[in-house]
T-cell receptor, first 115, second 113 residues
């Protein structure tokens, strides 16, 4: 079974530029998550989708971050414009369905450096 | 508010020695508890999880964890550490509305020969 795919793996941009990350979850997984992991910290949930609907985006900085999952499969996370403090690893995860006991499977992440 | 505390930022153990990584949570009810491991450049991998029942849970790679309600703890243990166990370990709590994970800050494990 293929795992969660993410691209690119690495991205370096200047502040105030835009960037987009892509995630393809495990086939058949209805729930998709985006996390931000700043160096030395645990992952922090940014947004959570159930199929193509948003379940929770309370921690997403909506003035600069946006995410979509139009067809209920793959998803993109965008930052526009980027700030220095956005430097982090962005992790995508998926689970079969929305339930607290369901394991989340994580992708390898995209490491973003903002200069 | 829910929170997860991993008091040890970094631990160094000798190969073959026993290991215990601490995790404490703050939550009103019994949460769902998880331990994940993250190797350099890799995504997080689930080691084990606790929902209910037997408070001692077994996971992959020889790890186990014990849930202690009285101490609000879910410590991870391994009787004999291997060099390949060197990684970052995260404890996570899931609240019962929507599968939202709260991760601790992680414990970095170094294994010396």
């Amino acid at each position: 079974e293929a795992g969660v795919a993410q691209s690119p793996r690495y991205k370096i941009i200047e502040k105030r530029q835009s960037v987009a990350f892509w995630c393809n979850p495990i086939s058949g997984h209805a729930t998709l998550y985006w996390y931000q992991q700043i160096l030395g910290q645990g992952p922090k949930l940014l947004i959570q989708f159930q199929n193509n609907g948003v379940v929770d985006d309370s921690q997403l900085p909506k003035d600069r971050f946006s995410a979509e999952r139009l067809k209920g499969v793959d998803s993109t996370l965008k930052i526009q414009p980027a700030k220095l403090e956005d430097s982090a690893v962005y992790l995508c995860a998926s689970s079969i369905r929305l339930a607290e006991y369901n394991e989340q499977f994580f992708g390898p992440g995209t490491r973003l450096t903002v200069l | 508010a829910q929170s997860v505390t991993q008091p040890d930022i970094h631990i160094t153990v000798s190969e073959g020695a026993s290991l215990e990584l601490r995790c404490n949570y703050s939550y009103g009810a019994t949460p769902y508890l998880f331990w994940y491991v993250q190797s350099p450049g890799q995504g997080l991998q689930l080691l084990l999880k606790y929902f209910s029942g037997d408070t001692l849970v077994q996971g992959i790679k020889g790890f186990e964890a014990e849930f202690k309600r009285s101490q609000s703890s879910f410590n991870l243990r391994k009787p004999s550490v291997h060099w390949s166990d060197a990684a970052e370990y995260f404890c996570a709590v899931v609240i019962n509305t929507g599968n939202q994970f709260y991760f601790g800050t992680g414990t970095s494990l170094t294994v010396i020969p």
